[in-house]
C-alpha cells in the first residue's frame, strides 16, 4: 500500500479535454476542462478525428496551468491517473500517451480508468458523499444504466438502454426541433416554456417488469408529432417539454424499482443528464417520499472532468494497482470486468 497520493488526472473519452489534481488529504486542489462544442457544431456531432486532434493541442497547456493554479511542480505527483476506456479511441490513446509518458518521466505509477467508473464516483467528491451500497442512475449521452454499487470495484448492472440511450434521445430529438448541437441541454431549457400534457409521448418499457430502457422509439414519435406542422417557438416548446417529461417519467420510475427490487434506499444519479434539473428535483421528491435519499454530483462534475477520474485513479492507486509500460486504451469496456478495490 503506498502512503498518501496526490495525483494528477486527464480526460479525454470524447469531446472534453480536462486535467485535475486530487490530494488524498487536501481534496481537490485544481482542475480545468476545455469543451469542443464549438469545434464540432458545425458538423452536428462530434468527429473523432478531430476530437484527438484537438486533445494534443489542449491537453498539455491544461496541465500547465492545473499545476500552476495548485501550486504544484511535478515532483510532488505521486501518481497519474488518465481515462482508458470506454470511449473514442483515437481520443482515449491520445490521453493515454501523454499520461504515461508523465509517469514514466517522473517516476511515479499510472493507471487507466473506467470512464463509467468516474462517474460512479464522482459524487464522492462532495462534502456529504454516499454510503454504500446504493443504486446508481448513470445517465448520459452513451449510457443508461441502473447499477447495484457495493464498493468501489464492486458493480453490478441491473438494467441497461437496449437502444438509445437517454441522452441520446435528447440530442436526437433536439435536432428534430431544428436546435443546434449539442441538442440535450437547449432541449431542456426550451422544455421550461412548453405546456405540460400539450404532447403525451411514450414512456417505454414501463408497463412490463424489469429495469432495461428503451429510447429509440421516442425520436420516432416526435417525428410523427412534427409531421405537417410549422416549427413555431411554441410549438418546439411544447414538445420539448413532451419529450422531457417522458424520460424523466422513464428514469424516475425505473430508479424507483430498482431501489424496491434491491431493498437500498440510497440512490446515487451521475452522468451528463443527471445535470437536467428537472431530473434533479423530480427525483429527490419522488425518492423522499419513500424514506430514501438521493445523492448526485455537483453540476459540473455530471459531465465529463479530469476530477473524477482522479477519484477512482487514487482509489486503484493506493490499492497497489498500477499499469505497465504499455500505452492501452478500450473502445469497449465492461464495467463488470473491474476488480474489487478494498476500502
Known sequence: MLSLMRVLALESSCDESAVAILDEEAGLLAHELFSQVDLHRAYGGVVPELASRDHVRRLLPLIRTVLDKASIAPAEIQGVAYTAGPGLIGALLTGAALARSLAFAWGVPSIGVHHLEGHLLAPLLEPDPPPFPHVALLVSGGHTLLIEVSGIGRYRTLGASRDDAAGEAFDKTAKLLGLPYPGG???????????AGAFTFPRPMLDRPGLEFSFSGLKTAVLH???GRTLSAALRADVARGVEDAIVDTLIAKALR??????LAVLVVSGGVSANRTLR??????????????????IEFSTDNAAMIAVAGLARLKAGEHDTLAIAARAQWPLESLAPVST
Open 225 to 227: 408529432a412534427l409531421a
Open 258 to 263: 430498482a431501489l424496491e427490487d434491491t431493498d
Open 281 to 298: 428535483t423530480r427525483l429527490a421528491a419522488a425518492v423522499g417520499a419513500r424514506g430514501a435519499r438521493v445523492y448526485y454530483p455537483r
Open 185 to 195: 441541454p437547449q432541449l431542456a431549457e426550451l422544455a421550461a416554456h412548453g405546456r
